[in-house]
């Protein structure tokens, strides 16, 4: 039967009508569904083209039903997709959903758009992005849900991997089976593979005595064969190390395909019957052997539809589960259970968001904190005397914000390092370490190089708050930068060399370039009086040509020859426009050959190039979170939210700005303390 035999699947009728008010509220599904979605009221008028939606085999589906006779309308069943979120259905909106006019899928009784999909021929090129699909999903490790942590208990040398149901779960009824199929599915387990254990998966709301599932488990956890594992855990890790894998209807079974799992059936699932299980019930006649790419394109890309997670337009499989995989390998990156030290109501959340996936709990004092924790702090603040198994040290990252970190603005960006910290030159860190190490793939620098043309085209910088404009002095043969920093700043304290202070940096460029046109910028934070100046800056102008307030730093940094940094983040953005650099501190991106080091950096030496450089810093060794969901996102997309802030212009809410003289007193007082331990 070829595509056209179908009939098209209608894509946008003038509107979805629903009798349910959960369905009418759905978050993003007019996006998924490429229209409006309007619940029904009794007289209202009714569009040509316009559709009832029900869900699936739900008893809410049959006033649907009533409701599409009654109008002459015809029904289309909705369901989750199959890599429907990070949360589960309770917690967050789906971002995949399948549309079915002719079934739904796990009604095994009578066709299905899904079952007509999956026997269509494919072409060279469908089987192709069916088997990158694959590929995604297993290298990004996601499932339909994707919010548990991956199982990290010990597993039997040899198993197989069981799955209960919820007891009343409408495939399981839909899909030819019943509570006797889950009996014999753990029978023939047990029986079929005699030398082995078998590992029966269970709902945790099951094994908490909360719902049904369809086994006595106490009973079972006295037999020797068989170990039941309740907890709420990401089913990957089980999948990819089974034996077999055995199901009724679970979408467990799918996966374990996904992993090349051989999989037994005990109902008739919308993967059975194809010829790529091993089925306990005969298939329906309609339903003839096909390839697993098959399956899968017409699963993950002919049925369902997708919502962009971040812009919440529509978008493809491959974007979805691409993002469902950065959300997976971001929220197994420390232990399940992290304690946070010394963070105030504001940053709390941003500690939440930055280390979703873990477990935080926060607390004031170290003694709160059990020797062998996880412990993550912010900078350099010493942990003793606790002794953690993990100490993780926060810090902003490198494309921040628009607006100033004293102003309390939220960053897109933070750093979460294990083994230092990128700015104390004193310790290894670990973006010195991947720097040093990282193995640079063509496509890592492919995008690397992109983002740095784009920064570079857009001038984005680290806070993108000053608006003036500056021209370069006609006449000058040479002009050179020296950004100020607050001299406090923990930067200087771990990663500066022999000069320490804004006057002394003044002193040595002076010396260096007698000849040159120096231009000098104080740091953002004490211009506006949140930070202190630096000892002697006020008399920064007899040291140099110029002093400007409010440039922006795009305009300096574009017309500027050369830039001399202690350890200013702008001599990595000079970088990027590559422009000369001159370090007299230990910063960063200093020591990899792409600066002139004053004082060099110890234990480095790798020369990089600069997209080298971009991939490690920008791209591998930050954490980007959204704003807007929550979640994980790319340096990438942090790039489009900065421009899209900063087209909106920074303004602070009035409780922020009341905030300032408060917070530029706590802030000059601990500047004052550091200075005096200096």
């Known amino acids: 039967m070829g595509a056209d035999a179908l009939g098209p699947l209608p894509d946008a009728g003038p509107v979805y009508l629903t009798a349910s008010k959960a369905i009418a509220r759905l978050p993003g599904l007019p996006a998924l569904l490429a229209g409006p979605v309007v619940r029904h009221r ?64 796990y009604d095994a009784t009578a066709p299905s758009r899904l079952e007509l999909l999956t026997a269509l021929p494919l072409d060279q090129t469908r089987i192709d992005r069916a088997r990158t699909l694959i590929d995604l999903w297993r290298q990004g490790r996601v499932s339909k849900y994707n919010q548990a942590r991956e199982y990290d208990g010990p597993l039997p040398e040899a198993y197989v991997l069981v799955a209960d149901q919820t007891a009343g779960d409408a495939s399981i009824a839909w899909g030819l089976a019943g509570p006797e199929s889950f009996s014999r599915m753990l029978g023939a387990a047990l029986d079929e593979h005699p030398g082995r254990t078998v590992l029966l998966k269970v709902h945790p709301e099951v094994a908490a005595g909360r719902k049904r599932g369809h086994f006595d488990l106490d009973r079972l956890r006295r037999d020797g064969r068989v170990r039941v594992l309740g907890e709420a855990v990401h089913p990957v890790r089980l999948l990819e190390r089974a034996a077999a894998v055995y199901t009724v209807t679970s979408q467990l079974g799918f996966e374990a395909l996904l992993w090349e799992r051989p999989v037994r059936t005990f109902g008739m699932p919308f993967y059975a019957g194809w010829g790529l299980t091993a089925d306990d019930l005969p298939a329906p006649a309609r339903r003839r052997p096909v390839s697993l790419p098959a399956l899968v394109h017409a ?117 979460a390092d294990t083994q230092g910290m990128y700015y104390d030159a004193g310790v290894p860190s670990a973006l010195e370490a991947l720097l040093a190490g990282l193995t640079f793939s063509p496509e890592l620098l492919d995008r690397a190089r992109a983002l740095r043309r784009r920064l570079v085209a857009e001038g984005v910088t680290k806070y993108n708050v000053d608006v003036g404009r500056w021209r370069r002095p006609a006449g000058a043969a040479r002009v050179v930068l020296v950004p100020g920093q607050v001299e406090a700043d923990a930067s200087i304290r771990f990663g500066g060399g022999s000069v320490r202070t804004n006057m002394g940096l003044l002193r040595a460029v002076r010396l260096l370039e007698p000849d040159a046109y120096i231009v000098y910028k104080p740091h953002p934070d004490v211009v506006i009086g949140m930070r202190s100046a630096g000892v002697g800056e006020n008399a920064a102008d007899s040291l140099c040509d110029a002093v400007v307030l409010h440039a922006s730093m795009r305009d300096l940094l574009e017309q500027v020859d050369a830039i001399h940094v202690l350890t200013s983040l702008a001599g990595f953005e000079a970088l990027l426009r590559k422009k000369m650099v001159f370090c007299h501190g230990r910063p960063f991106y200093a020591g990899w050959g792409l600066t002139r080091d004053l004082d060099p950096p110890l234990r480095r030496g790798r020369q990089l190039d600069l997209d080298e450089l971009v991939a490690g810093a920008l791209l591998v060794y930050p954490t980007y979170c959204h704003p807007v969901t929550g979640r994980f996102t790319t340096a990438e997309a942090a790039l489009d939210l900065l421009l ?35």
Do not use: H, N
């Not at 004092?365 to 350099?380: C, F, K, M, N, T």
């Open 644 to 678: 899209a802030q900063r087209e909106r212009g920074a303004v602070l809410p009035w409780w922020r700005r009341a905030l300032r003289p408060c917070l530029a007193f706590l802030k000059q007082r601990k500047d004052r303390a550091a200075g005096e331990e200096q």
């Open 299 to 415: 699963a993950l890309v002919d049925y369902a539809r997708y919502r962009d997670p971040e812009t919440g337009g529509p978008c493809s499989a491959e974007r979805v589960v691409s993002w469902l995989g950065l959300q997976r390998r971001m929220r197994e990156r420390f232990p399940a259970r992290v304690y946070a030290l010394g963070f105030s109501a504001w940053k709390r959340p941003l500690v939440r968001d930055f280390l979703q996936g873990s477990q935080i709990r926060f607390v004031t004092r170290p003694s709160q904190v059990p020797d062998g924790a996880a412990l993550a702090v912010w900078g350099r603040r010493d942990p003793a005397p606790v002794r953690p198994g993990l100490l993780i040290r926060l810090e902003d990252g490198f494309l921040r914000s628009v607006g100033l970190g004293v102003d309390l603005v939220r960053p897109l960006s933070w750093v």
């Open 42 to 105: 009794p007289g209202r008028a009714v569009a040509a083209g316009t559709r009832v939606l029900a869900w699936g085999r739900k008893p809410s589906a049959a006033r649907a039903e009533t409701l599409a006779a009654a109008l002459g309308l015809p029904v289309l069943r909705l369901e989750d997709g199959f890599a429907r979120s990070v949360g589960l259905g309770a917690e967050e909106p789906p971002l995949s959903v399948v549309l079915d006019d002719v079934g739904i899928y």
